[in-house]
T-cell receptor, first 113, second 116 residues
């Protein structure tokens, strides 16, 4: 069936380094993608989103890249901080009648001081 | 963005019983969704809660097990019926605002359910 998956289940980085979290999606009809951060005991928190008519979008310390040719999404976090330690999910929206979000597997980002 | 409150935040329940989880949004949302997140895993969509009509369930989830209500644009409930230990999970409510291709999605903090 259709799915959104991640390549790296766990990523460990040193404080101050840049982090790159990857995600693959399977449905070429998806037109909206969101990255979420989830800390322990909390719900997913919006980080950044991107629509299929774009290939890059930047926020504060974060950049999302979209490669529709290979159905790949990445989240780049600059100057990673201990507060960035969390699980990161990409989510895929197939706009239309339902507008529901389908979540990827998740990557645990561990920032070492 | 909308703020979503869920009650209870956690519960421990006996097998065979049912638990109803409430989701309250501080503003009207176009769509509401219920997700399940098993320990160490991602979020799996259970159903879309439709205002004034029956929920739309995803494959593997049925109304008899997870009845959902959505009486208005700011409130929804999910019931986990006849619980077994396999239902132990975090249940999350989500609200979406917007129209067409412009939706914003917000999540509650979840309800951590343990079935013993």
């Amino acid at each position: 069936g259709e799915s959104v998956g991640l390549h790296l289940p766990t990523l460990s980085v040193q404080e101050g380094d840049n982090s790159i979290i990857n995600c693959a999606y399977s449905n070429s009809a998806s037109d909206y993608f969101i990255w979420y951060k989830q800390e322990s005991g909390k719900g997913p928190q919006f980080i950044i989103d991107i629509r299929s008519n774009m290939d890059k979008r930047q926020g504060q310390r974060v950049t999302v890249l979209l490669n529709k040719t290979v159905k790949h999404l990445s989240l780049q976090i600059a100057a990673t901080q201990p507060g960035d330690s969390a699980v990161y999910f990409c989510a895929e929206n197939r706009s239309g009648a339902t507008n529901k979000l389908i979540f990827g597997t998740g990557t645990l980002l561990a920032v070492q001081p | 963005s909308a703020v979503i409150s869920q009650k209870p935040s956690r519960d421990i329940c006996q097998r065979g019983t049912s638990l109803t989880i409430q989701c309250q949004v501080d503003s009207q949302v176009t769509m509401m969704f219920w997700y399940r997140q098993q320990p160490g895993q991602s979020l799996t969509l259970i159903a879309t809660a439709n205002q004034g009509s029956e929920a739309t369930y995803e494959s593997g989830f049925v109304i008899d097990k997870f009845p959902i209500s959505r009486p208005n644009l700011t409130f929804s409930t999910l019931t986990v019926s006849n619980m077994s230990p396999e239902d132990s999970s975090i249940y999350l409510c989500s609200g979406a605002t917007g129209a067409g291709a412009n939706y914003g999605y917000t999540f509650g903090s979840g309800t951590r359910l343990t079935v013993v």
